[in-house]
């Protein structure tokens, strides 16, 4: 209702003076101010009252149009004052006003405690002027569609008189749920009133004539039901005594009760014809009340059929869906066939009453959770006993208040939801708790009595059942060496003391020992009761053990590992410093141990790395440490160093022992290593200067040779420095474009003419210049980078030959260096793929040249081999002789040609082996059907060589170093063979 029609629904209760006038009565100061304020606004009179007993006392003495009741007040509160007035109007017989609960706490709890006492409505604090406005109006508009008294005195006194016949707020409550149902039950239950009652006076009196008690019991039950609900107070406390006397009255009482209920009847029926005339062409409005958000299904079971019908409009239309029984087998069929979420269940019916049914019904498992509420119009203790005996989850009384009702269904639904969750949450809880080892124990200090969780009883393979102990007998559980810490601990705790979470062990029968952690506290508000939470950590512990090993040493040799060695040398230095002493650091990296790695797999690597570590470990004393901290690389702190030359000792040593043979799977192998020294406090005097300082001297004894050892010196430092700062260069070479290709001719010695040119990176540097791939390709490899280099190279060189051809340069091989990370990694081949989609080129002008080291690793390699194959481009083996493979290994590889290495030209002159070596592997390899290349070229006699044995091309300085891509046109018109010596050099120069 808007603003306007309150003002003229007010307007028709205005005196001459004033407005309706509402009693407000509220304890809080400021609460009073907000809603004085707002009721003014709407044009009400307010008086104002602080506590219950002056608002009964202002009620005595003065009419208001509505009361505002603060539910909780000091003194006497809302629910007490509110009871008082209605008892003063009762005995006054003048119509209830209208009560409206001020509230804070809006539950199922505190609409039923005041609904209980008569309040008609409620308003949460704080108070909203537009909830305000709604409550008026509707109230109002009550009070004015006939409740009041009218300006008639002749009218009054008729209303009082029906008043003590018909009690107006129940035929009111009847008015409202229909309105807020949009259901008809007013108008139905005073028509079955009406044909019915003068029935059942009839059957009444045939029972008082046939001295049937039981009969007439049940007939003034539910007399009394239908009296009731329709507010016919006089009539429906007559049928409660004619109830209670039916089973031990007199049979002259009884008749004189019936007497007077016949002299009641007419006013009463004629009360409830003017009711339902007044019913008629009313206004019917929507349902108002909350639907339930998914149908929840309700099984009603009374012999009563009005009152099943006017059960199910109403909970239909409040949204749920309704089952009907009209005795108690019926019902028991229905609810195992529907399994409904609540029952209401009359008390009074023949044959099987509701206790035997609702006994029964809640025996079977899958009924056993079904809220029961009990409908009975037996007021007394010993029925509501009765009903809860039987299993009932409520009451409620006859006549039934279908709001308060509602509201205790949805009370029992949300009850029942909760104590499902709460169920699935304790198996949850106690599957968690399993899961975690979680048991725990409850011990009663004073009656010495330990109980011990479900958990814990499996924890100590005991039987479920028995979960009651004494405290000795749970002690006698724990490890003798715990058992009388575990006691004092208690004992502790119960005198007040806290004690810090501790372990201990149980003994368990038939089972290994447990380590379980045992945290002790009180029970809240006992001084006699001590809780105890237990966890079994025996896998927890087996696990830190774990994970301690696997973090201080390493699970491959066995050694400590970076982690330990770093903690070792911290506390190290600290002793050092403070004893005033010195100790060595040495640093060992193995030579060469990538290409082992890359050529014969890793697993022949970690076998390596074995052999040194046992090597190693004779070497170093009881007093030095030894740790390896990553691949192949190991530290040895080497302490109480009196001299320089204690760490040199112990450095040529090493070398020894490291570079004895090696018996592997694939033959023998001498390992050699490169080590660095740093002294401390000399080369520094923390942690990472001094790790620092032994890395840049290995470095150093990698530059100077290898496998010797170098002690640290201030410019092995600047080393270090520049390969760090060439490593940030590197890393941002191909974003600035400082990378570029030179291409080296590969001549045919039949045709003396250029048949294919081999890609060559060089890196140029801002501020170094031009530097060679031997420079950077090894720390590419080490930063990850080579991959993305790689992929440049391919891209730029094969770009470069489809540009030579559109230029009609004759058509040219291109021979492109893979490193083996590169070739490992699975994006070589889509990136070869989309290379030569992009660029045009034919698959067959692409060589891709990998050293022997891939030739044997594993079968996955050979996979790639295949597929390069399958896509046309050609597979080179680049420095054939120099690696660990044979032409044995080669004879499977689908491969198309070998570069034999320089090393084989450069000494074809002075070892007489060479020579016999070249012959042999270009004779095999023709044999194989490879193709033969020699690299490395420089002099005429070499040349001559090589054209005796068939040797198929040649490359090197002799024909052309190295040159940028535009110089290549011209180098593919020469004839390399014809003329002399200086012409070649004239073509390559």
Known sequence: MDNHHLHATIGKHSSAESGVTVLLAEDNKVSQQIASVMLKSLGCDVDIVCNGEDAVQAHSRKKYDLVLMDY???????????????????????????????????????????????????????????????????????????LSSTHSQTRAIESTTKKKTLDGRAIERMRELEQETGSDILARTINHFLQQAPKDMNAVREALKDQDRKRLGFLAHNLKYYSATLGATKL???????????????WDELMGLARDMDKNMPPTMDALREALEKQTGSSKHLASLSRTSHRERLLIVDDDQVFRKNTRDILSTAGYEVLEAAYGTKALS???????????LDAVMENMDGYEVCTRMLKFPSLSD???????????????????????????IKPVNYPQLLQHIRFQLRASQNAKKLLENQEKLLSAQRMAGLGYWRWDSRADSLEISENLAAMLNLPAEEQQYSLDRYLAHVHSKDRNYLRSAIIATTAGDRMEPFNYQLVVKGRPNITVHQELEMAPNSTQVLLGTVQDITQKQATERRMHQLTTTDELTGLASRTCFYEYMTNTIHSAEKHQREFALLCLDLDGFKDINDSLGHNVGDKLLKAVARRLQCVVRETDFLARVSGDEFFILINEVNQKNDAAEVA?????????????????????CSIGIARYPKDGRDLHTLIKAADSAMYAAKNQGKHRYVFYEKTHTREAEQRLRMEQDLRRAIELDQLTLYYQPQIDLKQGKIVGVEALIRWQHPERGLI?????????????????????????????????????????????????????????????????????????????????????????????????RDLGV?????????GYSSLASLKSLPIDSLKIDRVFISNMFKDTNSTILLHSIVDLAHALGYLVVAEGVEQDQEVDVLRKTACDLVQGYLFSKPVPPEHIPQLATQHFMAGSKNKRLAACS
């Not at 229905?334 to 209401?344: C, G, K, N, S």
């Not at 040529?652 to 050699?672: D, H, K, M």
């Not at 050609?874 to 120099?882: A, N, P, Y």
């Open 652 to 672: 040529r040593r090493s070398l020894l022992a490291i570079n004895r043979p090696v018996v592997l799977s694939t033959g023998e192998l001498r390992p050699r």
């Open 72 to 146: 909780r007040m000091p003194g006497t509160d809302g629910l007490e004052a509110t009871t008082r007035i209605r008892d003063m109007e009762e005995a006054a017989g003048i119509p209830p006003v209208p009560i409206i609960a001020l509230t804070v706490s809006d539950d199922d709890r505190t609409r039923n405690a005041c609904l209980a006492v008569g309040m008609d409505d409620f308003l949460s604090k704080p108070l909203k002027k537009q909830d305000l406005e709604r409550k008026l109006a509707h109230w109002l508009m009550v009070w004015d569609c006939g």
């Open 772 to 868: 060679p791939p031997d420079q950077f390709i090894d720390l590419a490899e080490q930063i990850g980078m080579i991959r993305a280099i790689g992929d440049w190279v391919l891209k730029t060189a094969c770009k470069q030959v489809a540009d030579w051809q559109e230029k009609g340069v004759p058509e040219l091989r291109m021979a492109v260096n893979i490193s083996p990370l590169h070739f490992n990694d699975p994006s070589l081949l889509p990136a070869v793929e989309s290379i030569l989609e992009e660029t045009g080129l034919s698959p067959s002008s692409l060589e891709l040249e990998i050293t022997e080291n891939v030739v044997q690793t594993t079968e996955n390699n050979i996979g790639i081999f295949q597929k390069l």
């Open 874 to 882: 050609r597979i080179s083996i680049d420095d054939f002789g120099t």
């Open 236 to 250: 429906t406390e007559q049928c409660r005594l004619l109830e209670k006397l039916s089973q031990a009255g007199s």
């Open 370 to 396: 079904i809220p029961v509420i009990m409908v009975t119009g037996l007021d007394n203790h010993e029925s509501v006993e009765k009903a809860y005996a039987a299993g009932a989850s409520g009451f409620i």
């Open 334 to 344: 229905l609810a195992l066939r529907h399994q409904p979420d609540l029952v209401l």
